[in-house]
């Protein structure tokens, strides 16, 4: 009895929102007051680390291709690096500011594997324009990671990067297993389930 | 006397670094309801027979009230005192 595939993309879209709203609040309060309560400082990179471990059941039990295990592989060992790297920036393990170029090369490889993974065009279905979409905007996005590694206290930079996983939230909560886009569904697509 | 009379006008005292934080939680939650009345059909919850587990446990205007709800109680509000106490010490 597993969820559709659309599900996992929704609850991943949750953990993505949770993620922004975090990164947002940081932003506002400033990293003084974020950092007043320890466990805070740990949760968004936390979060980031536990969605890349729970990509690995994604990879195991609804890939159904070798190129979507790849992807979703790949996923998980990013996530997990870029969480780690920076879950070991925030505890004071790891003192090179480098490693916060971990997050814009998970940024990289995320969108290059959804994009690399779709095989069909982006108006076969609203699934196949979804990740055609997140993977270039992971693409593009990712010079804003990269803009932090090395300026770490620009707020502009902070306040995109928060706003990049809320947009990227709203776009997995849009996708569906089969359903139109702007009207185009193409007939190899299937039955429209609900 | 002075410190619950604070408490009980939080928001008069909440520079607008408070007001954002003290905002988010409920416009995710009301970005989530606006959503389940605009796109009723995706809320299973509301034709619940012959639905498996998945389909009433996972819907995204509720997991989207969720994460608003979440963020709220478990990150919000501490951060609010906190954010409180911050201000209180610089004064």
């Known amino acids: 009895m597993q969820p559709r595939a659309e599900m996992v993309h929704w609850l991943f879209a949750t953990g993505l929102l949770l993620l922004g709203l975090c990164l947002l609040s940081e932003v506002v309060v400033g990293p003084e007051v974020w950092r007043r309560r320890r466990w805070r400082t740990y949760l968004w990179p936390g979060l980031a680390f536990a969605m890349g471990v729970l990509m690995w059941p994604v990879m195991t039990f609804f890939t159904n291709s070798a190129i979507h295990m790849y992807a979703h592989g790949s996923w998980a060992e990013v996530l997990m690096l870029a969480g780690g790297a920076e879950l070991g920036l925030v505890h004071g393990r790891l003192k090179s500011r480098w490693w916060r170029l971990t997050m814009p090369l998970a940024f990289v490889v995320t969108g290059t594997a959804f994009i690399v993974h779709e095989q069909n065009a982006w108006f076969f279905a609203r699934s196949a324009f979804l990740h055609h979409l997140l993977g270039w905007t992971f693409l593009i996005a990712a010079v804003i990671p990269l803009a932090l590694a090395f300026r770490p206290r620009s707020a502009t930079a902070q306040t995109a990067f928060a706003l990049v996983f809320v947009v990227l939230a709203v776009m997995l909560y849009s996708d569906r297993d089969t359903a139109p886009v702007f009207g185009h569904l193409s007939p190899l697509a299937g039955p429209q389930h609900r | ?91």
């Open chain 2, 1 to 91: 006397m002075q410190s619950t009379y604070a408490r009980s006008l939080p928001a008069a005292r909440r520079g607008w670094r408070g007001q954002v934080i003290s905002l988010l939680g409920p416009a995710t939650i009301a970005a989530g309801l606006i959503w389940g009345f605009v796109q009723p059909w995706r809320l299973t919850i509301l034709h619940p027979l012959h639905q498996g587990f998945w389909w009433l446990a996972i819907e995204p205007p509720l997991l989207v009230v969720v994460a608003g709800i979440v963020f709220a109680l478990v990150v919000a509000r501490p951060l609010l005192a906190d954010l409180e106490e911050h201000d209180a010490a610089a004064r």
